[in-house]
Structure formats: structure tokens, C-alpha cells
């Protein structure tokens, strides 16, 4: 902001009273009986009852005029209906002179650094920038609960129709038509305080008691606690979303206000010190839990505390270092008793059996030395004992001079009963915040086929995707959502099917789920119906009979066990012998019997070349070799002459 025009720089002024909730009029002529002003900015406040005049001054280098003080000041005289006038001047630095005069007049002065400073605050925390302003200009805030307008902002969601609808490209749809419908659901939120001006001992009572909000839409209005942080998590503006339409309130803030009211009228108990008198840090402090205050003031008086018992110490240390000076001596008389112990050599002695008299003179000494030793050792224990006994005397008397202190504490601390009066509660930083809600119905189409859904969305994003045309639960999630490929209908995503064959998407109504292997296939592909049980399977699953060509599903369609073939169980027969199931190509019909076996289980007469039957055939185990003969050529060898019989066995 380097350079900047007269309008420019009211159009920024105008921005920042916008931003915390004045309605503004640029430029306003002022009129008089006589004459009229006219205003660069006129900002009011219906929520305070405010108005301010603003003049902006534009001077790149050019210092501020002190006549421009006066002139406003005399002005501002005229004009009754005025509460504050502001001159908004971007020029050279204004000096602290200046802005002492226009204090005095009743004037303020912003130079460009506040205007600066304004500007960016009123747009990232309006509520702080208001009071902030508020206090520069010198406004006492009413308290005035009656009024039923307060600070309005909108706001501003995270995702626009035109993002969503940028996500149907992928389900392959022409957009036909977009019916949108915008609302604002209003809440309201304040929070509550307690300021008492009333003396409690040299201080003044003041506590917040909580933030509040309730939905003003809602037939049914629940004031409840809030934690104070949902504006750190919304985009707020203070502009009305065009062709939004604003829900009605269901109650007045002046209702919600008493409401309020009440809940500000607690009964607080709490306690205070006189020692508030002796202590800058007790001056205004109370609590709710008494044996916190006493912790406070005692560690206060830790010092005073500890220098008495640093002095009972120094009373004691006397006796201390006599006890332990006895201790140490007796430690050192065991030492050289010890070594002398040692020099006599002699550990384990049998006074019966040892005869030398320089042993037995030794094992005397011996005995004296050690019984010296535990009498010395027994002083020592008496000694600690003492010292002890001194160690607890005197953790008794710095105890016994805690305990008075803390008894004193004690009898400082005196308790309230804290009732506040109407003029004591405050309802701080009353503001209507404005949820928007969009409604829109898209219609789409494909092939002549058309389909819709409604689409919800609200200052967090997807609230409604549509809903699922079979089980009817609400989508919100574009990971939930899906439209059938055939008839565009909308399903969720347990309720969308893959064709396994030609793996496009499809609702319940689209789709047939093979008995057989549990997977989907849609209506294009190629259905097919058992012949026996009459269910449709996909073409994967059913199988078709080699001999007949009827369509059978895998539970009633047979294979050939010799072959493999595919029959239909018309088409197979069981084998007589080895109970195999077979198909018409691998049945051998006996030619002795003319009873039908599988192929396997036929051998060829090695006499006549035909097939048998295992009940035709007969295996001879000869010297040579084994030879197959059927029973018929067998019975005609019988019946030949002996040269013919001896031929057919050498044949």
C-alpha cells in the first residue's frame, strides 16, 4: 500500500468497520439547519447503538495538520447524533502530540501503521479486532441484552458444487440439468462472565464462566457449553452468499439472552488471604479449593520458612559433631584393635588340645582383643542411636514450625459466598454465525437414459451424495458412491457389482449372481439356464453335453471317467465291472455276451482278434508266456481232432 488515492483509502476503512459488523455508507452528507459535512465514512452499530464519523486524509509527503484536529473537533460538537469521530490519515508519521490533542477533544487518530494493522486482524479474528477497536477508539461496550441484532458472519464452506460435479466425469454421464438451492442455518454463540466491581479485601471479583451456542433454526432450541474453539476451525466472512436464503429464527436473541442470564446467576464459594496485604502476588487472587490458596501463600513463605530452620540447625550442629567425633574414634580404636588381631595369627583354637604355652598365651590375647572390638561396636551402636534420637528432636521442631505456619495460613484465609447481580453478568462477544447449505438436484443421462440424485453440502463438505437405490442409506463419500452403468441408478458401495466378465459397475437390479461361483455378471452377458435345475448361470460356470449339446451347471453336469468328457446323465452309463461312470464313446460292447464295459475293462482273444469281457476272456499262464483266449475259441479247440488241437497250440 505504497500509494493510494482518496477513494481507495476509504474503500479500505470501509472494509475494516464491514469486517467487525458496522453497516456503512460512503461518502454521507451530514446536514444541519444551516449547513451540512460530508463524511468520508459513516459506520454504524446497531448492536451497540453506534455511530462513527470517519475522514480519511490522504497525503504521501505530507505531515498531519494540527488545524484538521480542531476543525473535526468543533464539528463533532454539531453533529449530536455522532459518538466518535475518526481521522484516518496516511501520510508522514503522526506525533504523540497530535494524537494527546485529539484524546483530549475526543478525537482519534489512526496513522497508516494502525491502519495496517486493522486491516489484516478484522480479516483472520474479527471478534479480537472489534474489541481491539473498540478499546483504541475509547467505546465502552453496552450491555444492553435486549437488542436483537448482534455481530452476523457467514460461513464460508470448504467445497462448491462445481468441485462435485467436476467427479461425475469419471462415471461416464451427460449433465442434462443442476437445480441449486442455497440456505443459511444461523447459531448463535456468546459466552458468559462475571465481572464484579464490588471490594473483596483489595480486589475485584471477575470470572468467565464458559462459552454457549445454540442452532436458532431448530423448534426445540438446547442452549449448550461450548469449548470457545470452533472459529479457529471456520473460514469466516462477512459478505451474504448470494440467492442464499436465510432460515427464520425461532427465538430472539433477547430470549436467548435470558436465558443466558440464568445461567450466569451461580453461586460461587471461594477464599482469599489477608496475607494479601504482605504479598504483591496475593492482591486479586481467590480460589475455588482451599487447600490450593494454602499451597500458594506457603510456598510464598518457603524462604521465611526455611531461614528458621536453618537456624535450628545451626543450634543442633554442636551435638552433632560430638556425637559423630565419639563415633569416629571408636571406629578408629576398632581398626587397630583389628590389626593387632591379625599379628597374633591365630583364628581357630582348641585350648584342650594345644600344649604349648606361646599358643595359649596368644589365644588369651585374642580373646581380649575381640571382646574389645564388640564392646566398641556396641558404643557405636549406642552413639547412632543418639544421633538418631537428635535427628528426630529436631525434625520435630522445624515440623512443629511448619505446623504454625501453616496454622496461621490458615486462620488468614477467610471464605466467600459469591451471589452476582444482573449487572454483574455479562454476555461477551454475542455473534449469529450463518451455516451454509446447498441443495442440489443433477440430473444426468446416457443413451436415453436419464437419472438424478441430490447432492448436500454444508460449511464441512459432503453431507449427501444421494441415496442407495436398494438399502436407502444416505451417501456422503465419493469412495461410498456409484452409478449403474445400465440404468444410472445410485448405489452405495455395498450395493455396486462388478460383472466379473465385462468388470463394468451396476446396482442390484442389473445384476445376477451365479449359483455356482458367487460372482456377479450383468445383463449383457450371455445368461445361461441349466437344463435340469432351470437357474441361470454365467458362461464360465455351465458346461454343455458332448452328446446331446443341452446346457447343464456344474452340479449337474457329469464327466466321463475314462475321457473327461462332459455328459449329461442321460448320456452316461456305469461300466458292470469296475462301476466307472462312461460316456457312449468309451463303451465297448462284448462280442461273445453283448454286454456293454468300459473300454478298460475288455481284452482281445489272441485266437479270433475280437473283444471280450473279463467274464469271456480266459488268461493262461504258460511255461513260455501267458497267452488271452475267449471262451468260444476255447470250446471250438475242444471240439477239433488231436492234429488240429496240436496246430491251434503251436499256432
Known amino acids: 500500500m505504497s500509494v493510494r488515492k482518496g477513494t481507495l483509502l476509504e474503500r479500505y476503512i470501509e472494509l475494516i468497520f464491514k469486517n467487525i459488523g458496522f453497516e456503512t455508507r460512503q461518502p454521507f452528507i451530514y446536514r444541519l439547519p444551516d449547513r451540512h459535512y460530508e463524511i468520508d465514512v459513516m459506520a454504524t452499530d446497531t448492536v451497540e447503538n453506534l455511530t462513527i464519523a470517519i475522514q480519511c486524509k490522504q497525503y504521501e509527503n505530507s505531515p498531519f495538520k494540527r488545524d484538521w484536529i480542531h476543525e473535526w473537533a468543533d464539528k463533532k460538537r454539531l453533529m449530536r447524533d455522532v459518538d466518535k469521530v475518526l481521522i484516518a490519515f496516511w501520510g508522514d508519521p503522526v506525533s504523540e502530540d497530535h494524537k494527546k490533542l485529539a484524546h483530549e477533544l475526543g478525537l482519534t487518530i ?59 466425469d469419471s462415471f461416464n454421464v451427460e449433465f442434462k440439468n443442476l437445480d441449486i438451492k442455497e440456505f443459511l442455518f444461523p447459531s448463535y454463540f456468546a459466552k458468559i462472565k462475571l465481572d464484579s466491581k464490588r471490594p473483596f479485601d483489595n480486589f475485584v471479583f471477575s470470572k468467565e464462566l464458559g462459552h454457549y451456542s445454540c442452532q436458532l433454526y431448530k423448534d426445540n432450541i438446547e442452549i449448550v457449553e461450548d469449548s470457545g474453539n470452533l472459529f479457529k476451525n471456520l473460514s469466516l466472512g462477512s459478505n451474504i452468499p448470494g440467492n442464499a436464503h436465510k432460515a427464520p429464527l425461532t427465538l430472539s436473541i433477547k430470549d436467548i439472552n435470558a436465558i443466558l442470564m440464568e445461567k450466569g446467576h451461580v453461586h460461587i464459594t471461594f477464599y482469599h488471604s489477608n496475607f494479601a496485604d504482605d504479598f504483591e502476588e496475593l492482591k486479586g487472587v481467590y480460589n475455588h479449593d482451599k487447600q490450593d490458596l494454602i499451597g500458594f501463600i506457603h510456598s510464598l513463605k518457603k524462604n521465611e520458612i526455611e531461614g528458621k530452620g536453618q537456624r535450628i540447625e545451626k543450634r543442633y550442629t554442636p551435638d552433632f559433631e560430638y556425637i559423630k567425633q565419639k563415633i569416629r574414634k571408636l571406629n578408629h580404636d576398632i581398626e587397630l584393635s583389628q590389626k593387632r588381631l591379625q599379628s597374633y595369627n591365630v583364628t581357630v583354637i ?42 528426630n528432636k529436631l525434625n520435630d521442631e522445624k515440623q512443629s514450625i511448619n505446623d504454625s505456619y501453616l496454622k496461621e495460613i490458615n486462620d488468614s484465609i477467610q471464605r466467600y459466598e459469591f451471589y452476582p447481580k444482573d449487572n454483574e453478568i455479562l454476555i461477551c462477544d454475542p455473534q449469529i454465525l450463518w451455516f451454509p447449505v446447498c441443495d442440489a438436484i443433477i440430473k444426468f443421462g446416457r443413451d436415453g437414459i436419464t437419472g438424478e440424485t441430490e447432492i448436500i453440502l454444508d460449511h464441512n463438505g459432503i453431507r449427501q451424495l444421494g441415496s442407495c437405490s436398494d438399502c436407502k442409506k444416505t451417501i456422503n463419500s465419493f469412495n461410498d458412491f456409484n452409478i ?16 466379473n466378465i465385462c468388470e463394468r459397475k451396476f446396482c442390484a437390479k ?15 452377458e450371455k445368461q445361461m439356464k ?17 452328446k446331446c449339446k443341452k446346457i447343464y451347471c456344474a452340479t449337474h453336469i457329469h464327466y466321463c471317467d475314462v475321457c473327461s468328457s462332459p455328459n449329461c446323465p442321460d448320456h452316461l452309463k456305469e461300466c458292470r465291472i469296475c462301476k466307472k461312470q462312461i460316456c457312449s464313446n468309451c463303451i465297448q460292447i462284448c462280442s461273445g455276451c453283448h454286454k456293454e464295459a468300459c473300454k478298460e475293462d475288455y481284452y482281445t482273444c489272441e485266437l479270433c482278434g475280437k473283444s471280450y469281457c473279463k467274464d469271456c476272456i480266459r488268461i493262461r499262464d504258460g511255461l513260455i508266456s501267458s497267452d488271452m483266449r475267449c471262451i468260444y475259441c476255447i470250446e471250438k479247440l475242444a471240439n477239433r481232432p488231436l492234429k488240429d488241437k496240436i496246430k491251434g497250440v503251436f499256432k
Open 510 to 524: 442389473e445384476v445376477k449372481i451365479c449359483p455356482n461361483c458367487n460372482k456377479p455378471f450383468c445383463n449383457h
Open 110 to 168: 489512526w496513522d497508516h501503521l494502525d491502519i495496517n494493522k486493522y486491516h489484516s486482524l478484522s480479516a483472520e479474528d474479527r471478534i479480537k479486532a472489534r474489541n481491539l477497536i473498540f478499546e483504541h477508539l475509547n467505546i465502552q461496550k453496552s450491555q444492553n441484552i435486549e437488542v436483537d441484532k448482534v455481530l452476523n458472519s457467514y460461513v464460508t464452506p470448504k467445497l462448491s458444487i462445481s468441485s462435485i460435479v467436476e467427479h461425475f
Open 530 to 546: 441349466c437344463t435340469q435345475c432351470n437357474q441361470i448361470f454365467d458362461e464360465k460356470c455351465v458346461k454343455e453335453c458332448s
Open 484 to 499: 449403474c452403468s445400465d440404468c444410472l441408478a445410485i448405489s452405495c458401495k455395498d450395493h455396486t457389482y462388478s460383472c
Open 350 to 391: 582348641d585350648v584342650f588340645t594345644e600344649q604349648s604355652r606361646t599358643i595359649n598365651s596368644l589365644h588369651k590375647k585374642a580373646n581380649r582383643e575381640k571382646a574389645r572390638i564388640r564392646q566398641k561396636e556396641m558404643d557405636i551402636e549406642f552413639q547412632n542411636k543418639e544421633l538418631k534420637n537428635l535427628q
